[in-house]
Each structure stands twice: as C-alpha cells, then as structure tokens.
C-alpha cells in the first residue's frame, strides 16, 4: 500500500487545490497516510505571496527529509513554473534537494504518470494512465475530496489578468481563465445535496468572472442563490476586485437570500499615489464609494481588505492618508503585510525606492494599532445581540461540556459552551464580550442546548 500526505500553505485557493489533488492520488490507487512516519510521498502546496511564504515552505521540506529520507517529495502550488523532475524540468525549485519533482497545479491530471517513474513497485496498471493532459479544464474535472462537507471551496477562475505590479500571481498561475457555469453550478448542487451549508467561490479576482468574454459573475451567484431550497444558507466568495465591483454586483448581492453580510475587499492602500505605483487600476474615491453603496445596499455587512505597508516609495504622507482612509472606511478586518519583492515583478525593480525593514515595521504596527481600534469597536456592538454562528470546531472540555468555535454570517470568529457537540450546525449565540478579534457568547436562556437552525 503506497501512502501519502499533503501540506498546504497558502490562501482558500492552496487548500481547495489540495482537495483536488488528494481526490487524484486516491483514484491512482495512493491512500492517505495514518502517521507522518508512514506517508511514502509527501506533496507541500505551495504559496508565493511573500518571500516568508516561501522560505516556511523551503524549511519545512528540509526539516521533512532529514526525519524521513525515504520520502519521495513532489511540490507543487504558486511557487511551481515548470511541471516535472530533474530529467526534463528546470524549475528552479528542482534545485533544493530535498525534492523529486514539482507540478504545476493545472497540471494535477498528469500526477498519476508523473509518479510511475518514482514509484516503481506501485501498482499504475490500473490508474497509471495519464488522466488527462495538462490543462485547466482538466484540473476543474477533478472532483475534489472535501474535508468539511458543511462548508466547502468551489474554484470558479484561476489565474489573474490584472498584473498588479507587486504581484506573482499571473507568472505562476497564469492569465485568467474562467470555469464553464454549468460545471459550477453542477459541483455546487452536489456539494448542497451532501450536506453543504456554506459555499466559498474562489478565483484571484473572483467577480471578473467571464463566459463568451462577456462578465457574468451576477448571473452566476443568482443561480447559486436558487440552491437555498435545498438546503444551501451562506455563500461567501474571495477575492473581488474594486475594478470589478460594479453597482450591479452589489444590487444582486443585496437581494440573495444566501449572501452573507461580509465583503472582502481588498483595497492595497489608501493613497491614490501608491495605488497608481501598483497598479491597481482604481482611486481612494472609487474605492470609498463602493464601500458606502455596499453597506448603504447591505445593511450591518462587515468589510475586510488586504493592506500593504511599507511598499517603495512610500512617503510619511503616504501612510498618513492610508491610516485615514482605513478609519473613514470603517473596516472590520484587514489582512495587513509588509511589502516583501518578489522576483521578476516590476515592484521587485524599484530598488532605489525599497524602504529600509525596520522602518516598515514601524508603520506596520501603527497602522495594525488603529485598524485593531476600528475592528474592536465593530465587534463590541454585537455584544447583547443573538447572532447566528456556523460551528467549524466543538472540542470537549474537562467538565463535560463542548467548547465550540465558528463564524458568524459577517465573518466574525465566535466561541461558546454547549452540552453536546455542535460541528457543522447552525447555532443562535448570544453574545456577552469580546476577547480582541473574538467574540464569546452562550446559548440563549431558555434553551437546552440544542437551538440549532433548520
């Protein structure tokens, strides 16, 4: 019996991509391994969003061949340009020793004959054909093997045609390509009759989504929507782009019965300056008034975005107005960075305008202080109220009781106490505090403990 095991590093795309891969080596006759000590291949998904992204993943498949040298390692994920090994690839991360091969993720279809060379005793009379050649429409056809059937990622695009100048996405996975609706719509139907109460859309710019070249991301969420009477509560999706966030979007969004009250929206920077330095293709205008309409159309929605701090070039006056515009948008959350190059993007070549490290994170902690102040303030007004939470964990505690985690509709991480496990349900909380970006609440006097939501 061969075995296997994945590790993921990345963003919801990393670990959607997993699931497909897993799903894969399973029909090619591969078993999950029980214990690390056991797992005969080990494939790390990858991410390159940042060098640190990079340089965990490269430590951890160092450290993982020095305690298990018999292992065969493939990698695969953004960090991957060339599928293959040493015979016929020259990617450059063939050039750790630790690894035997690498795959574009596109290319999931061709893992099974990319393996037969490496894993001579395995058995590929019966899975060892090539499943299909390297493409994205091939890797979509996979149907995923999904951990957590109550909420689940279904890709919709891959890749990115936006070419932000910081950016790896478009040299790693590509232009952008949308998925046919009809093989979206049937994998999400399949996931609801499953049991699937959330579903995630994901794609580098998620509401770019096209067919026949025509954008059509509002017809495609409409459809999804209709899957609420049989069963479907929350759909949520990531990433959008402001560019791409038109007033229909929002008209649609405000009348979907599934959409939850969270929009992230990733924003870069507050400066008109800055933005025009990456790229972005929008001004702090435009972005403070699609956030006004989302929540004037949404009423109580909670707004994340992504920041980048410390980016070249950035003045003082720069970060003075990033930290404003954040405090006039109100945000809920931000997924805060600092600028970090990365090779052969047209940032990476501003080198005469890079930002001294210490200085970066200077700015980084002033602005994470005031974004906290914000987020915090946003949290405290659910504090009183009953809100609804899907439970992600419920985990037994020394007295017998449950102790559950999840998220509210507006994205909000929730804890509470029960009297038996509540994984995967629908639960009124009501709230009494807030521990920094947590809330904690309990279940509504009155209640046994089983106030779950039909």
């Not at 395995?122 to 149907?143: A, C, K, L, P, R």
């Not at 200085?359 to 949290?379: G, L, P, V, Y």
């Amino acid at each position: 019996m061969t075995t296997y095991k994945i590790q993921t590093f990345g963003c919801q795309m990393n670990y959607s991509d997993s699931e497909r891969v897993s799903s894969l080596l399973e029909q090619a006759g591969f078993n999950p391994a029980k214990e690390d000590d056991t797992a005969d291949l080990l494939i790390a998904n990858t991410c390159s969003v940042r060098q640190k992204s990079e340089d965990k993943a490269i430590g951890f498949l160092t450290q993982w061949k020095k305690d298990h040298p018999h292992v065969t390692i493939a990698v695969t994920g953004c960090m991957i340009r060339q599928t293959g090994d040493a015979s016929n690839s020259k990617d450059p991360v063939l050039e750790l020793k630790p690894i035997d091969l690498v795959f574009r993720i596109e290319d999931t279809a061709r893992l099974p004959k990319l393996l037969e060379p490496h894993f001579p005793e395995h058995d590929f009379s019966e899975f060892g054909q090539v499943f299909g050649t390297g493409s994205v429409e091939n890797y979509f056809h996979i149907n995923p093997k999904v951990e957590n059937r109550k909420q689940v990622f279904v890709p919709i695009t891959q890749g990115c045609d936006k070419f932000c100048s910081f950016c790896i996405v478009p040299y790693t996975r590509g232009r952008e390509h949308s998925r046919p609706m009809d093989d979206i719509l049937a994998e999400c139907e399949h996931h609801v009759k499953h049991g699937a109460l959330e579903i995630t859309l994901l794609g580098q710019n998620v509401n770019s989504y096209r067919q026949d070249g025509k954008k059509c991301f509002t017809t495609l969420v409409q459809k999804i929507d209709k899957l609420y009477d049989q069963g479907l509560r929350r759909m949520r999706f990531v990433s959008p782009h402001p560019q791409d966030f038109t007033d229909d979007v929002i008209e649609v969004l405000a009348k979907m019965r599934t959409m939850c009250p969270y929009i992230h929206l990733p924003a870069q920077h507050g400066c008109d300056t800055m933005l025009r330095a990456m790229n972005r293709n929008y001004q702090v205008e435009q972005y403070e008034s699609i956030a006004k309409k989302i929540r004037k159309a949404i009423p109580g929605c909670s707004l994340a975005t992504d920041i980048i701090v410390g980016f070249p070039g950035e003045t003082e006056q720069d970060v003075k107005d990033l930290i404003a515009f954040a405090k006039r948008v109100d945000f809920d959350f931000s997924y805060t960075a600092i600028y970090s190059p990365r090779k052969n993007t047209p940032a990476a070549r501003m080198k005469d305008l890079f930002i001294d490290r210490e200085e970066q994170k200077k700015r980084f902690h002033r602005f994470d202080k005031m974004i906290k102040a914000t987020a915090w303030a946003r949290r405290d007004r659910k504090i009183g109220q009953t809100i609804e939470v899907l439970v992600e964990t419920s985990e037994p505690t020394k007295d017998g009781m449950y102790k559950n985690k999840g998220r509210s509709a507006e994205f909000y991480e929730t804890m509470f106490l029960s009297g038996r496990p509540l994984f995967g349900q629908l639960v009124n909380v009501q709230i009494e505090k807030r521990s920094n970006y947590f809330l904690n609440g309990i279940l509504p006097e009155g209640t046994t403990g089983l106030n779950v939501i039909a």
